[in-house]
């Protein structure tokens, strides 16, 4: 019994050296339980704010305006302009510039003095389930509330407001909707980076690197031959999501299945860069799995828009999901697969993702071949 104990004593000690030795790993872990409290404490919102609105007013009057006003003073919203038609709005809910657009009828202060009942539309971006709920109950409150005290104000005696809701995108709120594209960026993000920074990270520590290096390959040809097999894997990822997407919950493609292919393509480039940058700044394998779950996956699902708006994320959050590839794929795979949007509509968000990829290829690439050296 006692060599048993002394044994295990002997590898307790052994193992916390090991521990103690590889100080990125420690570091690493003793962060990421306050990394992970903070996002997960300030990204996490179910509720909805900074709502993009447009509002379709044919006939301005005093009643118009005051609706407008109350509008403008609810945080929620952030109404983009007042139009005449609705003939412009459709092009902004497909680039994600509008979430909600309120229609009114025409002469509504007329109306209101002579008693006659009142139709509003309300437009919503349903792409969102959980969001577009949310936003046409904003909505409806504030239209309810400003025709009650509207009402009373007049001479007639109104009969009624009647609040007509249209979901774009999403009529019937599935959730499939919302999170099967979502999924798409994640299974690259796991096959591509991650597996990319492990099996680059694996070469150097088991030492093996150095009898790539002494064979004709330049550092970038070395590099190319690692990642080709999991970009190949990424994309034939891709091809399995969208199937099973279509066939098994429905999701539409209502766009160019070309377009979304060479979209997704891009994105596999994209965590691929990130994987051989994650590599350049790992020592071992098990500093770059942490590194990949902790500094990609966990932005990934929260700062992408995948489950949480970022609308309603604190301001250093919305402006750090700027450098985050997933939040502009989502903006792209949503767009194509459920908007039916082009590539005239989603060019900011491709040029964003390009010069995303480009950088963190560059960056990546020569601290390799730095490192190789």
């Not at 996002?39 to 709502?51: E, F, K, M, N, P």
């Not at 194509?336 to 590539?343: Q, V």
Request: hydrophobic share 50%; charged share 15%; glycine share 8%.
């Amino acid at each position: 019994m006692g060599r048993r104990w002394a044994a295990l004593r002997g590898l307790v000690v052994k193992e916390s050296r090991h521990v103690l030795r590889d100080r990125q790993t420690l570091v690493i872990l003793l962060l990421m339980p306050l990394v992970q409290v903070l996002l997960y404490g300030y990204a996490i919102r179910t509720d909805v704010s900074g709502i993009r609105t447009v509002i379709v007013d044919p006939t301005p009057d005093i009643a118009t305006r005051s609706l407008l006003a109350r509008f403008e003073a609810s945080d929620r919203y952030d109404v983009r302009e007042v139009v005449p038609t609705d003939f412009a709005i459709e092009r902004g809910f497909a680039s994600g510039a509008l979430r909600q657009a309120i229609v009114l009828p025409t002469d509504v202060e007329r109306r209101l003095g002579r008693g006659e009942p009142i139709s509003v539309l309300i437009v919503t971006d349903g792409s969102d389930p959980n969001a577009g709920s949310a936003m046409r109950s904003y909505a409806e409150a504030i239209l309810r509330r400003w025709y009650s005290e509207a009402s009373t104000n007049t001479l007639g005696g109104a009969r009624g407001i009647r609040v007509e809701s249209r979901m774009r995108y999403n009529p019937t709120l599935e959730s499939a909707n919302l999170f099967v594209p979502g999924l798409i960026a994640l299974v690259v993000t796991i096959v591509s980076a991650m597996m990319t920074a492990i099996a680059i990270t694996r070469e150097t520590e088991m030492g093996t690197m150095e009898m790539l290096l002494v064979s004709p390959l330049r550092p970038s040809a070395i590099v190319l031959g690692k990642v080709l097999p999991y970009a190949a894997l990424g994309l034939l990822n891709v091809f399995i999501v969208l199937s099973a997407a279509a066939a098994v919950f429905h999701v539409p493609v209502r766009g160019s299945l070309a377009l979304l292919l060479a979209e997704c393509l891009l994105y596999v480039f994209t965590t691929l860069a990130i994987g051989i940058v994650i590599s350049t700044a790992a020592r071992t394998q098990r500093t770059a799995m942490l590194m990949a779950l902790g500094g990609l996956l966990l932005p990934t699902i929260m700062l992408s828009g995948f489950i949480f708006p970022i609308a309603s994320m604190p301001t250093p959050l919305r402006v750090f999901s700027n450098i985050v590839p997933a939040r502009w794929f989502l903006v792209i795979v949503r767009g194509i697969m459920l908007k039916g949007a082009g590539l005239g509509t989603l060019w900011q968000e491709t040029l964003v993702l390009l010069g995303l990829t480009t950088a963190l290829l560059a960056v990546g690439i020569r601290r390799l071949s730095v490192r190789l050296d």
